[in-house]
């Protein structure tokens, strides 16, 4: 295994406190971080503070139990794949999901620059969206 499948890893495989200590400890002052179309979150934000504010606030405040369980990661160079399962309660609905998602990361210089979410945002909307 090389560093840059190691520095992931780190982001996913411990507490939910230790995964954001590492991520925020591994993040480039610039990194880009792109929410798939469709999914609640859709959009790309740019360095730790909006990357926090606009995806991670918002999973932890919105979401009971929200998980991203990886089973693969992949090592290509500067690129790294995971592979996994997200899983959660919605709480404004009380629906439950779980969703495959693969994330796509280009690390540089021991820190990550990029990171690109492939999700079924169809199986997240389901959790979302209120019974009609």
């Given at each position: 295994m090389g560093?840059?499948?190691?520095l992931i890893r780190a982001t996913y495989e411990g507490s939910s406190e230790d995964n954001g200590r590492n991520l925020l400890a591994a993040l480039a002052h610039d990194a880009t971080w792109t929410e798939a179309e469709g999914f609640p979150y859709a959009g790309t934000y740019v360095g730790p503070d909006a990357i926090v504010a606009g995806v991670f606030h918002r999973l932890g405040t919105e979401w009971i139990g929200y998980n991203a369980k990886v089973h693969t990661l992949m090592e290509d160079g500067n690129r790294v794949a995971a592979f996994g399962i997200y899983s959660g309660t919605y709480k404004a609905t009380g629906k439950s999901m779980t969703a495959h998602f693969a994330h796509l990361y280009e690390v540089r210089d021991g820190k990550i620059v990029s990171?690109?979410?492939y999700v079924d945002t169809l199986l997240v909307n389901r959790a979302i969206v209120p019974d009609a």
């Open positions: 560093a840059n499948l190691d990171m690109v979410q």
